[in-house]
């Protein structure tokens, strides 16, 4: 059985990677930092059809807490083979207006935590010559953002991350991918106005939004995959072609 870290766990993407994993079978450890009511009752709904998941409260950003996190995982399972990257936070800024603050904020959550993660992860996939790691970045890593350059900037980073690291990788048999998702219907995008939604569902070829599960199911292929790597994945409904 596949153990499988997924950060982030609680809610929208991640959440449905979860709950998807855990019913194909993997033994699952949900990570959470703020939202422990919904990973609790992600945990309970899986329970309920007898599927049982760790969860685990670490804040990403915190590399002490991350490595706190992968010992915890490797103590009870001794080993971790996927690692997937979904914590991440977003905000809408003029470029002007992005504070010191929000711009280290943004980094540290969104990329300095993957950087901890696969660090801390990597000696274990090392050993066992095994091991894959998803990065969830984002079309805007890809396209650019207009009044989100510190987003898109951090998603870029997960993406330059995800190539170099799969050239390093390869030879001992550990492959690394983004997903680039598009826009998906969670709670992330609930900034945005009807008419704003409306606007970006134009661009879309297949015109509408994508859902979480349309993740998760690239996620279960690149899992079932053994010669994928180094690849970004976009998963966008044709909005970026």
């Not at 990403?60 to 914590?87: G, P, Q, R, W």
């Not at 009044?147 to 990788?169: F, I, N, P, Q, R």
Request: proline share 2%.
């Amino acid at each position: 059985m596949k153990v499988i870290l997924v950060t982030g766990g609680s809610h929208g993407i991640g959440a449905d990677i979860v709950k998807t994993l855990a019913r194909d079978g993997y033994q699952v450890i949900l990570n959470y930092n703020k939202s422990e009511a919904e990973a609790i009752s992600i945990k309970e709904e899986l329970n309920n059809e007898n599927i049982n998941i760790d969860i685990y409260k670490a804040d990403v950003s915190n590399h002490i807490e991350v490595t706190k996190m992968i010992n915890f995982c490797i103590d009870k399972y001794h080993i971790i083979n996927v690692l997937i990257n979904n914590a991440g936070i977003t905000e809408t800024k003029v470029f002007t207006d992005i504070t010191d603050n929000d711009w280290n904020h943004m980094i540290q959550t969104n990329l300095t935590s993957a950087f901890y993660a696969c660090k801390d992860v990597l000696p274990s996939m090392i050993h066992n010559k095994s091991g894959l790691i998803i990065n969830i970045s984002s079309i805007w890593g890809q396209i650019g953002a207009s009044c989100e350059t510190h987003y898109a900037v951090s998603k870029a980073g997960l993406d330059a991350m995800t190539k170099s690291l799969a050239k390093e990788l390869g030879p001992s048999n550990i492959r690394v991918n983004s997903i680039a998702p598009g826009i998906i219907d969670t709670k992330m995008n609930n900034h945005l106005t009807a008419e704003e939604l409306q606007d970006v569902v134009d661009e879309i070829p297949l015109g509408r939004i994508g859902t979480p599960n349309a993740i998760s199911k690239c996620v279960e292929w690149l899992i079932n995959d053994d010669y994928i790597t180094g690849q970004v994945i976009s998963i966008n409904g044709g909005w970026n072609i």
